[in-house]
């Protein structure tokens, strides 16, 4: 019996393993070595390591573990059960576990169009997040690939970084005479044609090619197709979500399963690495107090 299992080796993990380890608790961290942000080439917004290569910062993470003597594993969570006071963990190849706390921190997938180029300029010209890409964006040609009030909406903010922007629906636009009306307002075109796939040279993002032949220069698509669970744990074990598909979770990440934390971008709607390793370590926290709480008279 260890103290707390975490679930993900991204920021959030980390962060909860390193405060975990720093309270002297006995933690395993299981990580399948999948990541919403591999195909990125930077990762942005995180003070003092902006620009730093995603891969980077978890080795550093990683290596920052070793002097808190942190269970590091690469495994994938194949199973999570609640046995009377404690979790039992499975692991691929049938290990199980057993913890007084569970924390998933495994974050989201994004629904990424079955579309020629788009798999191929992902991370380099197709983006998700303006927050994290947009500035090196900023003044050029861009196009957002979505529909309706979703996808009008991330355009009118991709003009916070250029004043070039183009919905592009791929199909019918689903846009309201109010989304349309406020479109033309801040000067967003829309191409409602069916699109037939992304062009480029290497690794450079040139243009959009439509199923009707016409093509428009763009040098980079932000996606507005949603997100889904990477790992379905939560849902397994009964935890509560939002509208939105997020675990629904308190202010220090605990959910409606007693023992059960969710921390970074699978439960909370602000999706940077940096709140995702602070919402790691606000998990971290509120574990360890409640373990006091159990272990003190």
């Known amino acids: 019996m260890v103290d707390v299992v975490i679930v993900g080796g991204g920021p959030a993990g980390l962060s909860a393993a390193l405060i975990l380890g720093r309270c002297r608790r006995s933690v395993i961290l299981c990580d399948d070595g999948k990541y919403r942000n591999d195909a990125s080439r930077a990762l942005h917004g995180f ?18 573990l070793e002097r808190y003597e942190i269970d590091y594993r690469c495994a994938t969570v194949t199973d999570a059960a609640v046995e009377g006071d404690h979790f039992a963990i499975t692991l691929n190849g049938g290990e199980r576990l057993q913890a007084r706390k569970l924390l998933i921190a495994t974050g989201v997938r994004d629904n990424i169009p079955q579309i020629d180029g788009f798999e191929r300029y992902y991370g380099c010209g197709v983006f998700h997040c303006p927050y994290c890409d947009g500035w090196e964006r900023r003044d050029q040609p861009l196009a957002v690939y979505g529909s309706g009030k979703n996808g009008a909406g991330l355009c009118v903010s991709l003009t916070t970084w250029t004043s070039d922007v183009v919905l592009c629906s791929d199909g019918p636009a689903q ?35 439509f199923h009707d032949g016409s093509r428009l ?22 935890c509560k979500f939002t509208r939105k598909g997020a675990v629904q979770t308190g202010k220090l990440e605990g959910t ?23 919402e790691g370590a606000k998990a971290a926290i509120a574990i360890n107090q409640s373990l006091e709480g159990k272990d003190r008279t």
């Open 47 to 64: 003070l003092s390591r902006d620009g730093i290569h995603p891969a980077e910062l978890r080795r550093i993470g990683r290596e920052q």
């Open 175 to 209: 846009l309201k005479a109010a989304e349309l009306e406020r479109l033309r307002a801040n000067g967003i075109g829309v191409r409602e044609q069916k699109i037939a796939r992304l062009e480029g040279s290497g690794d450079a993002m040139e243009g959009i090619v």
């Open 256 to 278: 409606n399963i007693p023992g059960l934390y969710v921390a970074g971008d699978a439960s909370k709607d602000v999706q940077l690495a940096i709140v995702a390793a602070a």
């Open 217 to 238: 220069e763009r040098r980079a698509i932000f996606l507005s197709t949603g997100q889904s669970q990477r790992c379905d744990l939560a849902g397994r074990l009964g």
